[in-house]
């Protein structure tokens, strides 16, 4: 099972989104998202299942490690421990990230229970970026589980499965953008705008990143916070 992130680095889109967050948080939602970035591409380098779940729990030491030691020479947990630690994340609590990521690798099938648990997992990233960033208020779970979701369901194509995660996905999307996102939260809420934005599209179109509508919908959010 496969998924990729839903904002690589080479979207044009990111840079936007990462400029709403506060400029002394901003590193760190970066440091973050590169840990995304990181698993995504673990799980798209691993066609062995048994291969992928030691890698991942490789990861999952590794972060629990940050909290007390040094980190390895590797870039994202190096970016983790300068960026996100010192604003009040501890490397345990990025681990349910991991275990979010190993749903995919450890269910033949992705029924309703595993997809919970994948967002639960993965989109627990939202409640850490919301730590560092001084997010107040924001319906952080809702919004990261949302975002997870849609992201898998737009990398699962077709089918059974991709229409659960949809089914899933579209009431917490709509959920968490109901409400007005604080300042701080912006960045995050552009995120699940986004991820809204992509679940609407058919699942075989290309995603029409920076078209002029994405864009003002989420300038908009930027300045209203809805």
């Known amino acids: 099972m496969n998924a990729s992130l839903n904002m690589p680095p ?66 994202v947990l190096r970016g983790l421990a300068a960026e996100v630690l010192p604003r009040g994340v501890t490397g345990a609590s990025l681990v ?5 990521w190993e749903v995919l690798v450890e269910e033949e099938a992705l029924d309703g229970l595993a997809l919970a648990r994948y967002a639960a997992g993965r989109g627990s990233l939202f409640v850490a970026a919301g730590t560092v960033l001084g997010a107040q208020g924001d319906p952080l779970a809702l919004g990261g589980e949302g975002w997870a979701l849609a992201d898998l369901a737009r990398h699962l194509g077709d089918g059974a499965e991709a229409d659960a995660a949809r089914s899933l996905a579209a009431p917490k999307l709509a959920e968490a953008l109901g409400r007005r996102w604080s300042r701080n939260g912006r960045a995050l809420g552009a995120m699940a705008h986004r991820a809204r934005m992509d679940l609407d599209l058919p699942f075989d179109a290309p995603l029409p990143i920076g078209a002029p509508k994405r864009v003002a919908r989420l300038l908009w959010h930027r300045l209203s916070g809805r």
Not at 96 to 100: E, T
């Open 10 to 75: 080479e979207d044009p889109e990111r840079a936007l989104i990462l400029s709403y967050a506060p400029a002394a948080g901003r590193p760190a939602l970066a440091a973050l998202l590169a840990l995304d970035e990181a698993l995504a591409q673990l799980l798209r380098t691993t066609s062995a299942p048994a291969v992928g779940q030691l890698r991942l729990a490789w990861w999952r030491e590794a972060l629990a490690k940050l909290d007390t030691a040094p980190p390895p020479a590797e870039p």
């Open 96 to 100: 349910p990230i991991v275990h979010g």
